[in-house]
């Protein structure tokens, strides 16, 4: 494959198995397919500003992310790791969409709808309310072909190409319009309470657990009392044995909950432990870390700063 890929991940917290399963080793396989095109994963801080206002929270997790990525099998050699907030050219299209975009158009937007829903229009931030903008730069900076997102972020990728569009009728043609890659429906991941595995519903089982709490989790799985199958247990193993070697094993222990979440704890002990014993390692090599993220900051930035350069030129402020 030979396309240019982008994402973002917001750095919000330490990843779960879903986050896993759902998004981030998809963005490894896709990586890894693109071998004759050009990767950008990036850690999107400026985004996770509209939640996270502290100071030592947001330089760890933003290291965190950069960690995770590196973990699960990013590769600096073929993706182009960096951070938002090392390209300013992020916020300064930015600032160019907002101008060309009208105000009940971003009301549409479900990220601002949530948010209004959750906490009443008062409490909405205006960086919450332009995000689809600054998403949209994010992206056509890159002239991006594929969006690797899941389906919740599909309307922001609609967007940015209607951004795009706007944008190249009024000043000339300047932008690629990229799609949404929509990731492959994993099945919804549940978590230990059976609803949808969520950090903000504290039923996560972290990707890079220690033993005791991935058995802590696992003996915390709500399982139904009629089923001979404890389908959440079956759930979250099926993502990490093989459907053969699965079936077996439920068939074996019809109804004997207790041994089959043993079985899960092994399974995922064993899934788990080499992610994590990687993990720490990498966390101990905060020069390498950091130099991941310098290398990947010249790459976007010079291929940021070139597009600016047209952008600027195409509405005659250059
Ligand atoms: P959370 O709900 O924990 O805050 P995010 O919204 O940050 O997770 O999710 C990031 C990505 O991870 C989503 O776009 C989605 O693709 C994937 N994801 C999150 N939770 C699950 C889940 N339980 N099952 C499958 N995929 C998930
Ligand atoms: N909005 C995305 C999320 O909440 C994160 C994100 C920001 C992103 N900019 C992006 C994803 C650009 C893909 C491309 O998950």
Known sequence: MSKTILSGVKPTGKPHLG????????FMELQNENEKGTNYFFIADYHALNFVQNVSEMRKLS????????????????SVIF???????HTELAWIFDTITTVPYLKRAHAYKDAVTKGGEEDVSAGTFTYPMLMAADILLYDTDLVPVGQDQKQHIEFTRD???KFNRIFGETFKLP?????????VVPGSDGRKMSKSYNNTISLFASDEEI?????????????????NVFAIHKLIKPEGELEKIYDENKGKYKILKEILIDDLKNFIRP?????????????????????????????????????KRAIGVS
């Open 163 to 165: 951004t795009a569009e």
């Open 275 to 311: 992610m994590r014993e990687r993990r720490e390692g990498i966390a101990k090599d905060l020069d390498f870390v950091n130099k991941v993220l310098e290398e990947g900051k010249q790459k976007a930035q010079a291929v940021a700063r070139a597009k600016m350069s047209d952008v």
């Open 83 to 89: 951070k938002q907030s090392d390209v300013q050219e």
């Open 179 to 187: 799609d949404a890659y929509i990731l492959k429906d994993v099945e």
């Open 19 to 26: 986050n896993y399963f759902g998004a981030m080793r998809q």
């Open 63 to 78: 290291l965190d992310v950069v960690i995770d990525f590196l973990t699960i099998g990013l590769d600096p050699k073929k």
């Open 215 to 231: 058995e802590k989790a696992v003996w915390s799985i709500v399982t139904d009392s009629e089923g001979e199958v404890p389908k």
